[in-house]
């Protein structure tokens, strides 16, 4: 059975940074592909990174790009997704999902294999 749990969410003021972490189970790791979507309140679920199963791939939405960088441990089954320069606007459930095969560019959540069941981050200004 696979899983997926997310971590690391929590309250952080405006310019500060947080680490989310994403734990697989249940699944060949280093063979997947992953992504960080989020859903702000009253929003539409959007995705906010990509990585390819050989990190050769990546993807960040226009407004995380320089701020945000995803990375992963094959030897802990890991995803990370670190966060800096925290802005209001990025307060969100975030979660983590896995697919077998990404070539690159945008994921759609209903194309993933797996979801984790989300973090909250909440920024204030």
């Known amino acids: 059975q696979v899983q997926l749990v997310e971590s690391g969410g929590g309250l952080v003021q405006a310019g500060g940074s947080l680490r989310l972490s994403c734990v697989a189970s249940?699944?060949?790791?280093?063979?997947?592909?992953w992504g960080w979507f989020r859903q702000a309140p009253g929003k539409e679920r959007e995705l906010v990174t990509a990585?390819?199963?050989?990190?050769?791939?990546?993807y960040y939405m226009d407004s995380v790009k320089g701020r945000f960088t995803i990375s992963r441990d094959n030897f802990k089954n890991t995803v990370y997704l670190q966060m800096n320069s925290l802005k209001p606007e990025d307060t969100a459930v975030y979660y983590c999902?896995?697919?077998?095969?990404?070539?690159?560019?945008?994921?759609?959540?209903?194309?993933?294999?797996?979801w984790g069941k989300g973090t909250l981050v909440t920024v204030s200004s």
């Open positions: 999902a896995v697919r077998r095969t990404y070539a690159g560019g945008a994921m759609t959540w209903s194309g993933m294999d797996y």
């Open positions: 249940g699944l060949t790791f280093s063979s997947h592909a």
């Open positions: 990585i390819s199963s050989s990190s050769r791939a990546l």
